[in-house]
Nanobody
Framework: QVQLVESGGGLVQAGGSLRLSCAASGSTFSINVFGWYRQAPGKQRELVAIISSRGSTNYADSVKGRVTISTDNAKNTVYLQMNSLKPEDTADYYC?????????????WGQGTQVTVSS
């Protein structure tokens, strides 16, 4: 089992920055991929960024160049640094931990943190 707790959301003006944090606990050694997803009102949840246990990253086209995902293994924490924020970045942001196994994958989610970008 893995528990995830996000923090760092809030209200920011367009062009501003925020850093989201996701503290992981439990069987963190078994996690293969960490990710950040977001869900805007009335829309489906979408991928923002992922980072593998080897440090490989991937970003949604909408955030490339503005967002950086990183991990601090000593603190079991995943970060999402967001710069040059736009009103369309407004959403609830969720941390995800994925365990990939031959017999099936397991997904764990945090409770989410709200990000609001004002124009």
């Amino acid at each position: 089992q893995v528990q995830l707790v996000e923090s760092g959301g809030g209200l920011v003006q367009a062009g501003g920055s925020l850093r989201l944090s996701c503290a992981a606990s439990g069987s963190t050694f078994s996690i293969n991929v960490f990710g950040w997803y977001r869900q805007a009102p009335g829309k489906q949840r979408e991928l923002v960024a992922i980072i593998s246990s080897r440090g490989s990253t991937n970003y949604a086209d909408s955030v490339k160049g503005r967002v950086t995902i990183s991990t601090d293994n000593a603190k079991n924490t995943v970060y999402l640094q967001m710069n040059s924020l736009k009103p369309e970045d407004t959403a609830d942001y969720y941390c995800n931990a994925k365990m990939i196994r031959a017999w099936g994958n397991s997904d764990y989610w945090g409770q989410g943190t709200q990000v609001t970008v004002s124009s």
